[in-house]
T-cell receptor
Framework: QQQVKQSPQSLIVQKGGISIINCAYE??????FPWYQQFPGKGPALLIA?????SEKKEGRFTISFNKSAKQFSLHIMDSQPGDSATYFCAANGTDKLIFGTGTRLQVFP | ETGVTQTPRHLVMGMTNKKSLKCEQHLGHNAMYWYKQSAKKPLELMFV???????ENNSVPSRFSPECPNSSHLFLHLHTLQPEDSALYLC??????????????FGPGTRLLVL
């Protein structure tokens, strides 16, 4: 029950389109859900995070949608740009350990 | 640019070699982490140090030996590794390690290949 399931594994989107990455969890003790972005040759970096007391959080073109009853959360990238091409990891934390998803490789083509 | 540096960036070693990975953080943090990143797998937490004390060993084989001489430096000593240990090894740091919503800052990683 410590897993976080992430899909899709890879995603190809046209410039200007919407990229959507989904994650699901089982452990109801999780109460902090960050998304990390990783460019090739770099380590992951925090992109945006949400707590389950809100259903949505938006920062610029990036939005997290959270469905507590379904135990699912998703990252939406609006107006996707080639510079958004990276690997995205969802994660969850209920104690003091981050549990990561398997990652989604996003490619945005001009 | 990240305040966490790792050396070397790439490492090739034989199964009988001994090598060490180094991590340094310039952020004034008190918690440091080692993660293993393999293709199509979640990042795997290996070790956690808080204020130089090891607080987490995630069932890591003894051929991996961490060392944290101070809050700014973290090492991972490697010996008699197996080919399946080939992966990207990431170091991270956070302010205290005690808060679930603390941001972890990652280094660029060491790409390890075991032949």
């Amino acid at each position: 029950q410590q897993q976080v399931k992430q899909s899709p594994q890879s995603l190809i989107v046209q410039k200007g389109g919407i990229s959507i990455i989904n994650c699901a969890y089982e452990n109801t003790a999780f109460d902090y859900f960050p998304w990390y972005q990783q460019f090739p040759g770099k380590g992951p970096a925090l992109l945006i995070a949400i707590r389950p007391d809100v259903s949505e959080k938006k920062e610029g073109r990036f939005t997290i949608s959270f469905n507590k009853s379904a135990k699912q959360f998703s990252l939406h990238i609006m107006d996707s740009q080639p510079g958004d091409s990276a690997t995205y990891f969802c994660a969850a934390n209920g104690t003091d350990k981050l549990i990561f998803g398997t990652g989604t490789r996003l490619q945005v083509f001009p | 640019e990240t305040g966490v540096t790792q050396t070397p960036r790439h490492l090739v070693m034989g199964m009988t070699n001994k090598k060490s990975l180094k991590c340094e953080q310039h952020l004034g943090h008190n918690a440091m982490y080692w993660y293993k990143q393999s293709a199509k797998k979640p990042l795997e937490l290996m070790f956690v140090y808080n204020f130089k004390e090891q607080t987490e060993n995630n069932s890591v084989p003894s051929r991996f030996s961490p060392e944290c001489p101070n809050s700014s430096h973290l090492f991972l000593h490697l010996h008699t590794l197996q080919p399946e240990d080939s992966a990207l090894y990431l170091c991270a740091s956070s302010q205290t390690g005690g808060l679930k919503d603390e941001t972890q800052y990652f280094g660029p990683g060491t790409r390890l290949l075991v032949l």
